[in-house]
């Protein structure tokens, strides 16, 4: 069902408008006769000042522009919702959390971090996944990443971290990468950033869609119940179709093939109604608790590991709406974890402390002045009533003769929503006792930076270490000072000692002299080896067919993958049709690294078309399915690949193969094949 009648959807449905068939006018509204030649003093004369639509349209033209994200400039954004699946009344009395029959609105962006607006989407780096709630208390927002730590543990190296990973200041070179001396300089001298490193090498980084993604609101932040109770919460975001990543050599083709990849897949899966679905888990913590883990729970670059505190499922998360305009709504949507609802609180984490501050900071700039909650897509479905007014685009008109507090002109109004002491319903901040000395350091407590990553990277299988290594050569590769690389391989040694050694191997520097002991500890949850793949739903399969294909077989092997959920594209030598089939895209016109899997209709031709072949090396060399049915068999042959491993038929047909494939398919990568010698 089409979310089409939330408050929010109406809400929003007064500013929308539909320019529709009116004649063109000029901002004030004054129909316009010609649009396409400017007023002259004669047809070959100089343009007159007097041409106001002229100059308005230019006008216009040239502010069109606001300062993008300085970090997460890159977005898509989709609406849904929000049900929470049993009230959670016993740690919160959020609204929203406790009402098992309510559709909570909200709007959703994801987002790369380093690269500008334009940069392309399949890069290596942490992904934005920040959720606005429209709540009736308020808007909550959790603006959380696909990654559960962060690079640093005090906001006050914000600063520090971002101008390091963007591209340097000199040159302005290398746009949305890590791989370049300035990031690499910060890691060797920042040894809090080692666990976020090991993330960031990982296949985490590499998304194969924002659907198929984990989210985490990564601080501790804190539940309160209407006894004033707190309870230490961690929000983790479940994709229900698996999380999936992209391999490295396909991420650097899919830039060229598509930049807007993970964008167009996140629309097209809307528009076609497959509608993206995450669960909602906790992980809760008792206030009393709060010691008894052996790394801070204030400290951002730490998990909880789920062996020690489960992840417990409370509720869905639904997007089933494109926005309308991209501007109006992705652009201008304006996040802030200070956005919280009664119920929802924050911890004492230095860098959410920085975040509460930032967030609001960097919206007076980017939408140009105080008023922008009154954008449409940032206000409130609840009322809001204040005293604040005036300040660059104001547009409301308030008709009240008074602006302050207390009054008694307008009748004390807008006045306290404490009502006879009853405090429900109003924020009210979490009464915490806080005594200390005035100090510029950093808690023992948030010195173990070497403990987490070692977890991470021992909880890995075996291809995850052979890509974080793999990623850790190229990006080091990449850095031109040998000091700034040792330094690394220093910081590695702490994490592993075998991961340092494979990384300077592949460098062709001598290993670090001093590593430390790896305590052995690993934790299961940490590795998308285990995460489900129990699911083809959405998945994009190539279907290489031509002239000669029987097209009745092809049209039903894809008849039954649809049934599963699969998307089919027939790519063929040209574009029109084959047989029956209509065909989606011509083989010189799309790459295998656009699909999830290949399905070979046919051989003959195809054996000997160049494309055709490089298209099945390819998709082999980056871990994909590929099925082939009998006459598909001299395609296969002409590939020439090594090994079998995910490679379904041409020798078993029918429903066995269909269910063969479908398994091969939802295993979603066979990382395990020799692909070294595959030459695509
Ligand atoms: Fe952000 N971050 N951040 N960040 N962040 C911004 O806000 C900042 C941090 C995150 O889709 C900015 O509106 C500071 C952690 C997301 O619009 C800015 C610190 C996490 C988005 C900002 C952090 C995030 C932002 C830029 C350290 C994961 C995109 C434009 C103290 C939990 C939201 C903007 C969107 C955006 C500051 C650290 C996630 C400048 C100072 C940790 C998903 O305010």
């Known amino acids: 069902m089409k979310n ?18 009116g004649p063109l006018t000029t901002d004030q509204g004054v129909p316009v006769d010609d649009t396409d030649n400017s007023l002259k003093v004669g047809e070959r004369g100089p343009t007159l000042l007097e041409d106001f639509h002229f100059r308005e349209k230019l006008t216009r033209f040239d502010h069109e522009r606001i300062p993008e994200r300085v970090v997460h400039a890159r977005g898509a954004g989709a609406y849904g919702y929000f049900q929470v699946y049993r009230s959670l009344a016993e740690y919160t009395v959020a609204d929203f959390l406790c009402d098992p029959s309510l559709r909570t609105p909200v709007f959703v ?31 909550y927002d959790l603006v959380g990443n696909n990654m ?14 971002v101008h390091a990973v963007k591209p340097e200041p000199h040159n302005e070179i290398p746009q949305a990468q890590s791989a370049h001396d300035t990031f690499w300089d910060f890691v060797q001298l920042q040894p809090e950033i080692m666990h ?28 309160v119940n209407s006894e004033g109770r707190g309870t230490f919460v961690k929000f983790h975001w479940r994709p229900l ?56 729970l204030l400290d951002a670059t730490k998990i909880i590991p789920e062996e020690l505190v489960p992840v417990t499922p409370v509720g869905r998360l639904v997007l089933d709406r494109n926005p309308h305009n991209f501007f109006a709504e992705t652009e201008q949507v304006a996040f802030h974890t200070a956005n919280v609802v009664p119920g929802i609180d924050f911890t004492n984490d230095p860098l959410l402390q920085a975040r509460n501050f930032s967030y609001l900071d960097t919206q007076l700039i980017r939408l140009g002045g105080p008023n922008f909650a009154q954008i449409p897509i940032n206000r409130p479905v609840a009322a809001v009533t204040n005293n604040q007014r005036d300040g660059y685009h104001q547009h409301m008109i308030h008709e009240s003769t008074t602006s302050y507090a207390p009054n008694t002109i307008s009748g004390g109004c807008p006045m306290s929503g404490v009502v006879n002491g009853d405090l429900r319903g109003v924020f009210q901040h979490y009464q915490e006792r806080v005594d200390g000395q005035v100090i510029r350091r950093r808690s023992p407590s948030f010195q173990d930076h070497y403990s987490q990553a070692t977890l991470f990277w021992n909880s890995m299988a075996g291809w995850e270490k052979r890509h974080i290594v793999e990623a850790l050569r190229f990006e080091l590769g990449h850095v031109e000072r040998r000091s700034v690389k040792e330094g690394v391989l220093e910081q590695l040694a702490h994490v592993d000692g075998d991961l340092a050694r494979q990384v300077a ?26 995460a489900p793949r129990d699911t083809i739903a959405t998945r994009k399969i190539a279907v290489l067919a031509a002239d000669a294909t029987d097209t009745a077989q092809a049209g039903e092997l894809i008849a039954a993958l649809e049934e599963k959920g699969a998307i089919c594209e027939v790519i063929a030598p040209h574009g029109g049709t084959v047989g029956t089939l209509d065909v989606t895209r011509q083989l010189s016109a799309t790459s295998s690294v656009l699909y999830d899997a290949v399905l070979l209709a046919d051989g ?13 090396r390819e998709a082999f060399k980056h871990g994909k399915a590929i099925g082939a049915v009998p006459r598909g068999e001299a395609l296969l042959d002409a590939a020439a690949l090594p090994g079998q491993q995910g490679v379904v038929g041409p020798k078993i047909s029918g429903d066995g193969f269909v269910e063969a494939f479908a398994e091969a398919v939802a295993a979603h990568r066979h990382y395990d094949r020799d692909v070294d010698l595959v030459p695509a």
């Open 196 to 223: 976020m490193v090991m993330w960031v090498m990982s296949d985490r980084a590499l998304p194969r869609s924002y659907r198929m993604m984990q989210g985490f609101g990564v601080h501790t932040f804190r539940l």
């Open 241 to 296: 179709l698996g999380t999936h990543s992209l391999v490295w050599d396909e991420v650097l083709r899919i830039q060229g093939n598509d930049p807007d990849f993970n964008r167009r897949d996140l629309w097209e899966s809307i528009e076609s109604g497959a509608y993206p679905e995450w669960e909602l888990g906790l992980q809760l913590v008792p206030e009393e608790d709060e010691h008894r883990f052996d790394f801070d």
């Open 4 to 21: 089409m009648d939330d408050d929010k959807q109406r809400q929003l449905a007064a500013d929308r408008v539909d320019p529709g068939s």
């Open 604 to 616: 003959g031709e195809l054996a000997g078309n160049g494309h055709a072949v490089h298209f099945v």
């Open 148 to 161: 559960p730590v962060f690079f640093i543990q005090d906001g006050v190296k914000f600063p520090d971290f």
């Open 109 to 139: 962006r994801f987002s790369t971090v380093a690269g500008s607006r334009g940069s392309a989407d399949t890069v290596r780096d942490v992904r934005g996944f920040a959720t606005k709630f429209y709540t009736r208390q308020g808007n």
């Open 505 to 530: 191997e592949g460098l062709g520097l001598p290993a670090p002299a001093v590593t430390t002991p790896n305590h052995g500890r690993s934790s299961p949850a940490l590795s998308q080896a285990n």
